[in-house]
T-cell receptor, first 115, second 116 residues
Framework: AQSVAQPEDQVNVAEGNPLTVKCTYS??????LFWYVQYPNRGLQFLLK????DNLVKGSYGFEAEFNKSQTSFHLKKPSALVSDSALYFC?????????????WGAGTKLIIKP | DAMVIQNPRYQVTQFGKPVTLSCSQT?????MYWYQQKSSQAPKLLFH???????NEADTPDNFQSRRPNTSFCFLDIRSPGLGDAAMYLC???????????????FGPGTRLTVT
């Protein structure tokens, strides 16, 4: 069965420090992987995706993520955290063999950046 | 800017009183989705359209219906809202076959539904 795990409910980071939000996945085919961010009372904003190609993908607001096939992971990273990065982050996956358009979502990780 | 628009942003309805939420898009995407999201949980897919083809999730209650009269608009109808239907409702779009390989979904700002 397809699944996404975000093992941390909450991640706390001091402003200026690097941050990592973890995501692992399970699909039967090749994964299409996505990160979204959600600010309070707002919709989800697309950050970045991995479809194929370079394992390191860069996205909006200085975020990047590294696809690791052997570890089935797609961790979100940023070299220097900002207080404004505080939000809820969701990882999602789609199996390239699926004919539908559904994404499988992780439970979300609340990121708190302290000044 | 191309975008996904949801109206209203906040909706209050009474228990059992039908309500309609609307979504429009200027992205010209073939696929549109309705999600329900409660209390910072992961969004739960209710249904999606590929063009005019409607796809209902198996566990979506019959109380929820949807219409897509054209490419740009999609509506969510809740026929008899219960207290448990209070949630954020998110509309999203994505490219479909023949529109490129974007795959990512673009979300509207959501409608927060309160049931009294």
């Amino acid at each position: 069965a397809q699944s996404v795990a975000q093992p941390e409910d909450q991640v706390n980071v001091a402003e200026g420090n690097p941050l990592t939000v973890k995501c692992t996945y399970s699909v039967s085919g090749n994964p299409y992987l996505f990160w979204y961010v959600q600010y309070p009372n707002r919709g989800l904003q697309f950050l970045l995706k991995y479809i194929t190609g370079d394992n390191l993908v860069k996205g909006s607001y200085g975020f990047e993520a590294e696809f690791n096939k052997s570890q089935t992971s797609f961790h979100l990273k940023k070299p220097s955290a900002l207080v404004s990065d505080s939000a809820l982050y969701f990882c999602a996956v789609r199996d390239d063999g699926d004919s539908n358009y559904q994404l499988i979502w992780g439970a979300g990780t609340k990121l708190i950046i302290k000044p | 800017d191309a975008m996904v628009i949801q109206n209203p942003r906040y909706q209050v309805t009474q228990f059992g009183k039908p309500v309609t939420l609307s979504c429009s898009q200027t992205l010209n995407h073939n696929v549109m989705y309705w999600y329900q999201q409660k209390s910072s949980q992961a969004p739960k897919l209710l249904f999606h359209y590929y063009d005019k083809d409607f796809n209902n999730e198996a566990d979506t209650p019959d109380n929820f219906q949807s219409r897509r009269p054209n490419t740009s608009f999609c509506f969510l109808d809740i026929r008899s809202p219960g207290l448990g239907d209070a949630a954020m409702y998110l509309c999203a779009t994505s490219r479909g076959p023949g529109q490129g390989n974007g795959y990512e979904q673009y979300f509207g700002p959501g409608t927060r539904l309160t049931v009294t």
